[in-house]
T-cell receptor, first 115, second 111 residues
């Protein structure tokens, strides 16, 4: 696609429910990132994929958070038993790897509100 | 490990003032360096980048020079406008690891 696409753009869910957030990266980008951004803060790293595998998941806050990228393209961030503190904008980015100077391209984010 | 440190905000300036937002980094090897900008209500977008020492990235009147000797990539603009009000993020790409972002600097420009 032309850019990184994230769906849904907004999600309101009740505390304790399960949610899935989808990211469709730019075609051909092997690296995919998930970040979380709270109001007034910078992007907080969650997880980084190279192809299908999670190269670094050190930013996932706890075992309620999980992400997959089964075919090396689309990724899904899954949050179980949501809590009000999970409310934030979840950002996805993709980039090429092995290319000097490559930057990350961001989607518009999914605003998650847990009520 | 790799890290980015940028000056804390908010930074408030009058229109046409000179802007500097400091950014320093720690990295092994030769990372690429970036400045991203986030305008109110919008997503992050690349403002400029530099890929090797002494490179100068520039865009929309903003400039930053990759200084390996001081491990810095300070963002500058000679005359800011109200429309430059946004949050600015310094970032590095170490090439063989994930891209690292600074915490961001909020810039307010007063008319």
């Amino acid at each position: 696609g032309a850019g990184v696409s994230q769906t849904p753009s907004n999600k309101v869910t009740e505390k304790g429910k399960y949610v899935e957030l989808r990211c469709d990266p730019i075609s051909g980008h092997t690296a995919l990132y998930w970040y979380r951004q709270s109001l007034g803060q910078g992007p907080e790293f969650l997880i980084y994929f190279q192809g299908t595998g999670a190269a670094d998941d050190s930013g996932l806050p706890n075992d309620r958070f999980f992400a997959v990228r089964p075919e090396g393209s689309v990724s899904t961030l899954k949050i179980q038993r949501t809590e009000r503190g999970d409310s934030a904008v979840y950002l996805c980015a993709s980039s090429l790897t092995g290319v000097v100077g490559t930057e990350a391209f961001f989607g518009q984010g999914t605003r998650l509100t847990v009520v | 490990g790799n890290s980015v440190t940028q000056m804390e905000g908010p930074v408030t300036l009058s229109e046409e003032a000179f802007l500097t937002i400091n950014c320093t980094y720690t990295a092994t090897g030769y990372p690429s360096l970036f400045w991203y900008v986030q305008y109110p209500g919008e997503g992050l977008q690349l403002l400029l980048k530099a890929t090797k020492a002494d490179d100068k990235g520039s865009n929309k009147g903003f400039e930053a020079t990759y200084r390996k000797e001081t491990t810095s990539f300070h963002l500058e603009k000679g005359s800011v406008q109200v429309s430059d009000s946004a949050v600015y993020f310094c970032a590095l790409n170490p090439r063989d690891d994930k891209i690292i972002f600074g915490k961001g600097t909020r810039l307010h420009i007063l008319p």
